[in-house]
């Protein structure tokens, strides 16, 4: 019936149009666009992302981790796991794709992550998620890990398209006091201003709490999307005591292990609890809940990535290749319960949320990185992505490389770059020496990666997942079309943005905002 309204409409527009050349089309226009997104929104699913930070592949209990992730777990089971889903390898690049469905040599942010003392953040000229799923009649709140710069305004969260905020700005930080880098720099945030009543309280806890009062006044005639960006299991470790007791005796050697497995396990239970609002709310049945850690684990602060190559920062796929899964009474039945080896990646939900599950379109958007993917995740036909660029760093340049390489290749091997394509995968810039870190906890050695002058690396990843037997040599034609590729994308790239930090000016018990991160001044 309502489609029907729609089309008696627009053919009264169309007619208008044709009969009146004075500019009362737009003014019918716009009354076509605001009817046609409430004619669309009682249908419309709730949208939950939850991102976990610094999580491990290794570290859920279905890739069999040694401590328990039963939420977790079990909604993997019940939905679709990805297993070949991929993020970057920190923290602020997965948000900025996430948020602008564009790739990070598109939007300037190829090298490291937003310092909280630089100029900087994700470009306010770009249309985020946010702002989409507004403008498709979503209520939009955020909750945890921003990281995607501060320094003015307009940079905020609530000033790129989220009605709600409550979380930290920063990368990290101490998850009770809420400081960084020492207790007098307090950053969490409600909104715009200072939340200095959550200071005592376990981040973990603060951001479930939020989520679940969210669901609980939520106006059931308008859909909402939540980003719920745990900042957990992220360093400075730190977690209730009681979540490390069923693990003492199983990490009794390695204290941050033990304390980052309480981390994963608050997180699940968080997790858990969230869920269980959205039922007993009646939202459950008409929610998409996707999960999906931000990068690989970071070694040195207790995650694992075993047994694929590489931790946190790497172009390595224990880098990259991400825990994630979509769990929703809306999938198909016959893709509950299933494992997915399509190829998708972080920015492909930009579209899949906004044109996918909304019913809405990406107008005004910069052009997009990301495909729509919600057909192929609900009922299991392929993925629309064939190629993923992980990234190309003209900042981040390691020397070496063979002559033949590098003498004929029309890319700079020299340069930090990473390209995939079908089943096959380029690494250049990089000397190889990342190994396989096994866990500390299962008794496995670790695998060192070999010395080499080599810097350019080829796999097919679907026939070696673990990256351990390098192609470069014997598929040379393989190796220069990658590299063709890599130059054509750096072509397209624009200059990388990083400006030099402004400690001084940045410096919130100096600046004026009182010992509270948040907007300044730069010089």
């Known amino acids: 019936m309502e489609s029907r309204k729609v089309f008696v409409l627009f053919i009264i527009i169309f007619s208008l149009h044709l009969t009146n050349a004075n500019g009362k089309f737009k003014k019918y226009n716009k009354m076509f666009k605001k009817f046609e997104a409430k004619s669309a929104k009682s249908s419309q699913p709730n949208i939950l992302f939850i991102l976990s930070d610094d999580h491990g592949y290794r570290d859920v209990g279905y890739h069999g981790s040694l401590f328990d992730t039963p939420v977790l777990d079990e909604m993997a089971a019940k939905g679709v796991k990805l297993e070949n889903y991929y993020v970057q390898p920190i923290c602020s690049p997965t948000r900025s794709q996430l948020l602008t469905g564009r790739y990070q040599i598109h939007t300037g942010l190829q090298h490291a992550v937003l310092q909280p003392t630089a100029p900087a953040c994700l470009p306010t000229d770009e249309i985020t998620l946010a702002q989409k799923m507004k403008e498709a009649g979503y209520a939009t709140h955020m909750i945890g890990k921003w990281h995607m710069g501060f320094y003015e305004e307009a940079c905020l969260p609530n000033n790129r398209g989220f009605d709600t905020y409550l979380g930290l700005l920063l990368g990290g930080g101490y998850h009770f006091t809420h400081s960084f880098p020492t207790p007098q720099y307090y950053d969490f945030h409600k909104d715009c201003s200072a939340a200095k009543e959550y200071n005592g309280t376990y981040s973990t806890y603060a951001m479930t ?18 980003y719920l960006a745990y900042q957990a299991p992220h360093a400075p470790l730190e977690v209730p005591e009681q979540y490390k ?57 207790g995650g694992n990535n075993w047994p694929l190559r590489g931790c946190k920062l790497s172009m390595f796929e224990g880098g990259m290749r991400a825990i994630g899964f979509v769990h929703s009474p809306l999938l198909s039945d016959n893709v509950k319960g299933t494992v997915s080896n399509e ?46 660029l992980h990234n190309i760093d003209p900042l981040w340049v390691v020397p070496g490389g063979r002559d033949c ?10 340069i ?18 990342t190994g396989w870190y096994a866990p500390p906890d299962t008794g496995i050695c670790t695998i060192s990666g070999p010395t080499t002058d080599q810097i350019t690396w080829l796999f097919n990843i679907k026939e070696d997942p673990l990256e351990k037997n390098d192609l470069s040599d014997e598929r040379p034609d393989i190796l220069f079309f990658l590299l063709e590729k890599l130059q054509k994308y750096y072509l397209d ?7 030099d930090t402004q400690v001084a000016q940045a410096d919130p018990c100096t600046n004026g905002n009182d010992c509270v991160w948040g907007p300044w001044t730069p010089i």
Not at 358 to 375: H, R
């Open 493 to 499: 790239s624009v200059p990388v943005f990083y400006p």
């Open 209 to 226: 709490d939020r989520a679940i009062d969210i669901i609980n006044n939520q106006d059931g005639d308008k859909p909402f999307f939540m």
């Open 245 to 301: 007791d069923p693990y003492r005796s199983t990490f009794k050697d390695d204290d941050n292990r033990l304390t980052y497995a309480g981390m994963v396990s608050c997180l699940d239970e968080g997790v858990g609890n969230v869920t269980a609002a959205l039922k007993a709310k009646g939202l459950y049945d008409n929610t998409v809940i996707i999960f999906s850690s931000d990068n690989g684990g970071s070694i040195q602060d």
């Open 405 to 414: 390489v590098r003498e004929l290749s029309p890319f700079n091997i020299s």
């Open 343 to 388: 190829l998708y990646h972080v920015s492909d939900w930009f579209p899949t949320f906004v044109e996918g599950i909304a019913g809405w379109n990406t107008d005004g958007t910069k052009p997009l990185d990301g495909f729509n993917q919600w057909e192929s995740i609900r009922d299991g036909t392929p993925s629309s992505r064939i190629e993923l």
């Open 416 to 433: 930090n770059a990473a390209l995939r394509h079908g089943d096959w995968k380029i690494v250049t810039g990089d000397n190889g020496k």
